[in-house]
């Protein structure tokens, strides 16, 4: 398919245009169209102003699209910039001439068809039907090509419209019946005009249409035009700011949790958000105003009473900003819900309402509490002290059994309720307990209330947010309890080896003094002998135990008396025997 060309008149038509109106958005104009003519910039402006070139039709038709919908968002551009193009351009002497010998636009139009036949790129056929001196129809078909559609249709309009004024009678008027980009075989306008007396046809035979004169009024009416199409440029701003505003506005009260209504000075719900129903089960038809919403909110005529009177207070005070209030409100299905109310000025003569079910929140508060005071009596009833404190080692809380040990007031440094010569062991202890790990110590303390030096282990632990617990517990009695213990164990020690050696030592003695007692009854020389043998057996005896002694080696015992144990010698020494 062959690239078909126009005039650089029709491009220097909209360049122009633009120039005269938004200067500022030429350089937009002419965006990326140097490189479809592979021209650079600068020469690129001057061939599209120039009025004798050709240039391909595809850039004339981009640089319509771009002057109606992306700087002047007006449709029928295409319509005004070619209607003064063709009013005020200087046709040269010898087409001014020709134009004013025709006299009128019916005789122009006569010869219409042969001049677009010899001079247009785009149109294939152009005839004119029903002429007569005020008006005719006008046949366009087009050639094809995917560039052409109905931007070029009024571009046609604006450039025939303009025609009387080159004769000094007003533009006529032209209204397309039908157009062969919408489906149609051809374009068909119909054009009227002022009829021209033969003053008229004279002057401007003669003189023309004052051009400077109306290009004048025409430089006025486009600057009141630009104005106009800048405030227009503002509204269309203004709307869609305002449209984004309550899009926005639509979409936070459409989503949030918060229940959200309008309501008007005769208390009218102008507005309820879907959380609201959501909140109370009631639809709209419930809720249409205030007394009927009371009505089914408050059964209890006294709370109905107190909520109608707090919404005059809160409505009567002025303010812009109201407090919040909290009542219990029935819903649909017959449950209660503890609910927050938050009410404000919209704008004049309405007021909004915030709702918040807070059931879970009061309920979840009240099980707190209820923790709180269980662990503080846990805490108040401890024998143990229990300090809490921050991370400046002040006390924060301390148990009964704390303030009598230590005196802990709230705020106080825990550091001075140590014993100066223990404050430096204090801050190392702190410092071990702050990098998250768990102290163990004993630590002796005065008792104030029952004088002396009191035994305590501390724990200390080093709890999220910042805060140490120390637990001091008193282990004086135990600590007492274990010096008797291994005081008796040190007795046990004593008396359970005495036991043994009188035990095993009796019997030995108890032979050896017989011995002897019998050695003085005795005369006779073999008895005395025998005596004297059996004296030595129990010394031998003796010897023998006082080596066992010697050899004992581990602890065994067994029962002597009934609650009496001595040492058991075969076991003890044993092991010593068998190595």
Same mark, same amino acid.
């Given at each position: !398919?062959?690239k078909?060309?126009? #005039?650089?008149?029709?491009?220097?038509?909209? =360049?122009?245009?633009?120039?005269?109106?938004?200067?500022?958005? $030429?350089?937009?104009?002419?965006e990326?169209?140097?490189?479809?003519?592979?021209?650079?910039? $600068?020469? &690129?402006?001057?061939?599209?102003?120039?009025?004798?070139?050709?240039v391909?039709?595809?850039?004339?038709?981009?640089?319509?699209?771009?002057?109606?919908?992306d700087i002047?968002?007006?449709?029928?551009?295409?319509?005004r910039?070619f209607f003064?193009?063709?009013?005020f351009?200087n046709?040269?002497?010898?087409?001014?001439?020709?134009?004013?010998?025709?006299?009128?636009?019916?005789n122009?139009l006569?010869?219409?068809p042969?001049l677009?036949? /010899?001079?247009?790129r785009?149109?294939?056929?152009?005839?004119?039907?029903?002429?007569t %001196?005020s008006?005719c129809?006008?046949?366009?078909?087009?050639?094809?090509?995917p560039t052409?559609?109905?931007d070029?249709c009024?571009?046609? !309009?604006?450039?025939?419209a #303009?025609?009387?004024?080159?004769?000094?009678?007003p533009?006529a008027?032209?209204?397309?019946?039908?157009?062969?980009?919408?489906?149609?075989?051809?374009t068909?306008?119909?054009?009227?005009?002022?009829?021209?007396t033969?003053?008229?046809?004279?002057?401007?035979?003669?003189?023309?249409?004052?051009?400077g004169?109306?290009?004048?009024?025409?430089?006025s009416?486009n600057?009141? +035009?630009?104005? $106009?199409?800048?405030?227009t440029?503002?509204s269309?701003?203004?709307s869609?700011?305002?449209?984004?505003?309550q899009m926005?506005?639509?979409?936070? &009260?459409?989503?949030?949790?918060?229940?959200?209504?309008?309501?008007?000075?005769q208390g009218?719900?102008?507005?309820?958000?879907?959380? !609201? @129903?959501?909140?109370?089960g009631?639809?709209?038809?419930q809720?249409?105003?205030?007394q009927?919403?009371r009505e089914?909110?408050?059964?209890?005529?006294?709370?109905?009473?107190?909520?109608?009177?707090?919404?005059?207070?809160?409505?009567g #005070?002025?303010?812009?900003?109201?407090?919040?209030?909290t009542?219990?409100?029935?819903?649909a299905d017959? #449950?209660?819900?503890d609910?927050?109310?938050?009410?404000?000025?919209l704008?004049?003569?309405?007021?909004f309402?915030?709702t918040e079910? =807070?059931?879970?929140?009061?309920?979840d508060?009240?099980? *707190?509490?209820?923790s709180?005071?269980l662990?503080?009596?846990?805490l108040?009833g401890?024998?143990?002290?229990?300090?809490v404190?921050?991370?400046?080692?002040?006390?924060?809380m301390?148990?009964?059994a704390?303030?009598?040990?230590?005196?802990?007031?709230?705020g106080?440094?825990a550091?001075?309720l140590?014993p100066?010569? /223990?404050?430096a062991?204090?801050?190392?202890?702190?410092?071990?307990?702050?990098?998250?790990?768990v102290?163990r110590?004993?630590?002796? *303390?005065?008792?104030?209330n029952?004088?002396?030096? %009191?035994i305590? @282990?501390?724990?200390?632990v080093?709890?999220?947010?910042?805060l140490?617990v120390?637990?001091?517990r008193?282990?004086?009695?135990?600590?007492?309890l274990?010096?008797?213990?291994?005081r008796?164990?040190?007795l046990?020690?004593? $008396?359970?080896?005495? %036991?043994?050696a009188?035990?095993?030592?009796?019997?030995?003695?108890?032979?050896?003094?017989?011995s002897?007692?019998? !050695?003085?009854?005795?005369?006779e020389?073999?008895?005395?002998?025998?005596?004297?043998?059996?004296?030595?057996e129990?010394?031998?005896?003796?010897?023998n135990?006082v080596?066992?002694?010697g050899?004992?080696? /581990?602890y065994?015992t067994?029962?002597?008396?009934?609650?009496?144990r001595?040492?058991?010698?075969d076991? +003890?020494?044993a092991?010593h025997?068998?190595s």
């Open positions: !398919m062959s078909p060309r126009t #005039s650089t008149f029709n491009t220097m038509a909209v =360049i122009s245009y633009v120039r005269r109106r938004r200067p500022d958005a $030429v350089p937009r104009l002419l990326g169209l140097d490189q479809i003519l592979g021209l650079n910039p $600068v020469a &690129t402006e001057a061939l599209l102003s120039h009025s004798g070139r050709w391909p039709l595809e850039v004339h038709n981009e640089m319509l699209r771009r002057a109606k919908e002047f968002q007006d449709p029928r551009v295409p319509y910039l003064e193009a063709m009013a351009h046709w040269g002497p010898l087409k001014t001439i020709f134009i004013r010998l025709m006299g009128s636009p019916a122009l006569r010869a219409a042969w677009i036949r /010899r001079f247009s785009s149109v294939e056929k152009f005839w004119v039907s029903d002429l %001196g008006g129809s006008l046949h366009l078909t087009w050639k094809p090509h052409l559609n109905h070029n009024l571009t046609m !309009m604006g450039g025939i #303009s025609m009387p004024l080159r004769w000094g009678s533009p008027q032209v209204v397309e019946e039908q157009c062969a980009f919408e489906g149609h075989p051809a068909v306008l119909r054009m009227s005009w002022a009829p021209q033969w003053r008229v046809h004279l002057r401007g035979l003669f003189r023309g249409i004052n051009a004169r109306a290009r004048f009024l025409v430089d009416l600057e009141h +035009a630009r104005q $106009v199409e800048l405030l440029e503002q269309r701003e203004m869609r700011a305002l449209a984004q505003e926005r506005f639509q979409s936070l &009260t459409e989503n949030i949790s918060l229940g959200a209504a309008f309501v008007d000075t009218s719900f102008l507005y309820c958000n879907p959380a !609201m @129903e959501r909140m109370f009631y639809d709209r038809d809720i249409v105003n205030q009927l919403w089914l909110a408050y059964p209890d005529p006294e709370i109905r009473r107190q909520a109608e009177q707090a919404w005059q207070e809160d409505m #005070s002025g303010k812009q900003a109201l407090g919040q209030r009542f219990r409100v029935r819903c017959g #449950s209660d819900k609910v927050m109310f938050r009410a404000g000025f704008s004049e003569g309405e007021n309402l915030l079910d =807070i059931t879970q929140s009061l309920a508060e009240e099980r *707190l509490k209820r709180e005071s662990l503080r009596a846990v108040e401890s024998p143990d002290a229990v300090l404190l921050d991370r400046r080692a002040r006390v924060l301390a148990n009964r704390a303030n009598e040990v230590l005196d802990a007031e709230p106080k440094p550091l001075d140590l100066p010569d /223990r404050q062991w204090g801050r190392s202890l702190w410092e071990w307990v702050l990098q998250g790990k102290a110590e004993e630590l002796e *303390l005065p008792l104030p029952q004088g002396g030096q %009191g305590f @282990e501390l724990l200390a080093n709890l999220e947010g910042g140490v120390i637990n001091l008193d282990i004086t009695h135990r600590h007492r274990e010096k008797e213990r291994q008796a164990a040190r046990t020690g004593v $008396v359970e080896p005495a %036991g043994t009188a035990h095993e030592l009796n019997q030995p003695l108890t032979s050896l003094l017989a002897s007692e019998m !050695m003085g009854m005795y005369q020389v073999g008895d005395l002998k025998r005596q004297a043998q059996r004296i030595r129990d010394a031998l005896r003796l010897a135990l080596e066992r002694f050899r004992i080696v /581990r065994e067994k029962e002597y008396l009934p609650g009496r001595i040492i058991d010698l076991k +003890a020494a092991h025997e068998d």
